[in-house]
């Protein structure tokens, strides 16, 4: 009856019981060898421990200059992208109560990580993705629609609507948490801004899919949706996202690995190039394609592995018209179902009202 902890376990403390579900956990996303290689390259010498102030690092992204396809950029986008890091940190990385040494043990880098990239429902990785634009936007200033409701854990209970300005700003986050190595070498060239894609599409599809705007008006894809004064809720977006774009969910954990990985390795000296595939320059984002940047991330959005990455790297800097993605774009999208009513209108207003 009197013993101790350890020995209900076989004799396994319960700070090693804690480890290794911390291990499992993350060991379920694929990530743990990598994990240890980069926990060890960010920690000193002779250290069980990271700095605070260099996992913050580590997860930051800075962005100097900024342009859009379409709408200008908010003021405050920014300051939202920039203290990426700072934010994640804060939101998902703890530190333990009895270290006052500015450093985090691997437990506790364990269980960040499991908090924004661990193995949930999608529904779960949506709220998640909540949290962390609402805390961004909160620090930035900016206008959040969202609310949490305080006694839920690691609020899983999310209310509240977001406008399409909001709808905006959350998918270039998203985007730019994809691209976060790509941005990372091509920061080092601060002569070319950072071009965002036009996601008129994809807030045109959000806002016809949970009823804002009705599908039936002829005029919707020449319409400024920005312009909508009815918000999309936050349970209506979640299952527009279930059903339409289900990549959405990946992009913070993708975002969280890369950062951590090019942190700890030598991939990302300061030394490196800047290749083609890289730029992001605007010297051809308004030619007439089908595949403008913004719909190749949408398609990637709906796909997975290879082809999702392919589409990926295509958002990022603009598509050859004679690239096989480009040929293959309305069968892929049409095997996808991917916004068939939004392909519709913009095929019937690109060919037949010229």
């Known amino acids: ?30 990530f743990l060898p990598s994990l240890r290689n980069d926990f060890s390259n960010l920690s000193p010498p002779s250290s069980s421990s990271v700095a605070l102030a260099s996992l913050q690092e580590a997860l930051s992204l800075d962005v100097q200059v900024l342009a859009s396809e379409s709408t200008p950029v908010p003021e405050h986008f920014p300051a939202l992208s920039n203290n990426l890091g700072a ?122 899919s949970c009823g804002v705007i009705a599908e039936e008006d002829e005029h919707i ?30 992009c913070l954990p993708k975002y969280v690995q890369e950062r951590i990985q090019a942190c700890s390795s030598s991939k990302e000296s300061a030394g490196s190039s800047i290749s083609a595939s890289d730029d992001n320059s605007a010297g051809n984002v308004r030619d007439v394609c089908l595949l403008m940047r913004g719909r190749a991330w949408a398609v990637s959005l709906t796909l997975r592995d290879r082809l999702s990455e392919e589409f990926l790297a295509a958002s990022f800097q603009e598509i050859n018209s004679g690239d096989v993605l480009y040929r293959l774009v309305i069968v892929v999208i049409a095997v996808c179902g991917y916004n068939v009513h939004i392909l519709y209108v913009y095929l019937f207003d690109k060919f037949f009202h010229k």
């Open 1 to 30: 009856m009197g013993a101790s902890s350890s020995a209900d376990h076989g004799g396994i403390s319960e700070q090693q019981q804690r480890q290794e579900e911390e291990e499992n956990l993350a060991a379920a996303t694929g």
């Open 87 to 208: 934010t994640l940190f804060s939101l998902f990385f703890p530190v333990a109560d009895d270290r006052a040494d500015g450093r985090i043990d691997w437990i506790g880098f364990l269980s960040g990580y499991n908090r924004c990239c661990g193995r949930m429902p999608v529904s779960r990785s949506i709220n998640v993705l909540y949290r962390l634009y609402a805390a961004l936007s909160r620090e930035a200033g900016a206008p959040c629609g969202l609310e949490f409701d305080p006694d839920a854990g690691d609020g899983d209970k999310v209310s509240g609507s977001l406008f399409p300005g909001e709808l905006l700003i959350l998918f270039w986050i998203c985007w730019v948490m994809g691209h976060s190595s790509r941005i990372a070498k091509m920061s080092r060239n601060a002569k070319d801004p950072l071009v965002l894609p036009d996601m008129s599409h994809l807030l045109v599809s959000a806002l016809v």
């Open 221 to 250: 894809w020449r319409s400024d949706v920005l312009a909508v004064d009815k918000g999309v809720s936050a349970q209506n977006f979640q299952t527009w996202v279930l059903t339409t774009a289900p990549g959405l969910a990946n």
